[in-house]
Structure formats: C-alpha cells, structure tokens
C-alpha cells in the first residue's frame, strides 16, 4: 500500500478522512474499490480497522516499492496520467 498515494477524492477533515463523492464514487472514480474488494487485492494499509487485527491479511504494496511504480510508469508499463507525483494525488 503506497500511503502517499491517495485519491484526488479524499478529504481530511482533522483526524477524519472523508470522500467527497461518497454517495456516487464507483462512477464518479471508477478507480475506488469496496472494502471487499480492497481487500480482496491486498490494497487496505496494514494499519486499516477492517484488517489490523487480521493476522492473514498481507498489503501489496509498502512504501518501499514507490521506486518500482517509478520504474513502471517509465517502462510504459502504468500510465503516468495516473499519478500526479508533486502531490502524488492519483487520477
């Protein structure tokens, strides 16, 4: 799980972290997963309620492999459009 990675959505309120586009966000963020499915994927931080005391659940990605999504981008591999990396805010 890439934690500065984070969908141009997603709203900080404080502690909080809301979706602005909740109610509609499977099409209006094509992109965003049920938790199902997230975790399905491997895609929830390790640090996530739904998976922390999941002692099966293993994330994807660390913050490690930033590197590696780099290097895919760069191999054509992953679109660039995807990835804003000032921000690193996504889509």
């Known amino acids: ?23 509609t966000r499977f099409q209006d963020a094509p ?20 998976v922390v005391d999941d002692s099966d659940y293993r994330g994807r990605l660390e913050e490690a492999d930033y590197d590696a999504e780099v290097n895919m981008i760069e191999l054509g591999i992953v679109d660039p459009a995807a990835f ?6 996504f889509l």
């Open 84 to 89: 804003d990396f000032p921000t690193k805010r």
């Open 1 to 23: 799980m890439l934690n500065t990675v984070v969908c141009k959505n997603l709203e900080v309120d404080g502690e909080r972290t809301l979706c602005s586009v909740y109610a």
């Open 31 to 50: 992109w965003c997963l049920s938790v199902s499915k997230a975790y399905e994927n491997g895609q929830l931080p390790l640090d996530c309620p739904y």
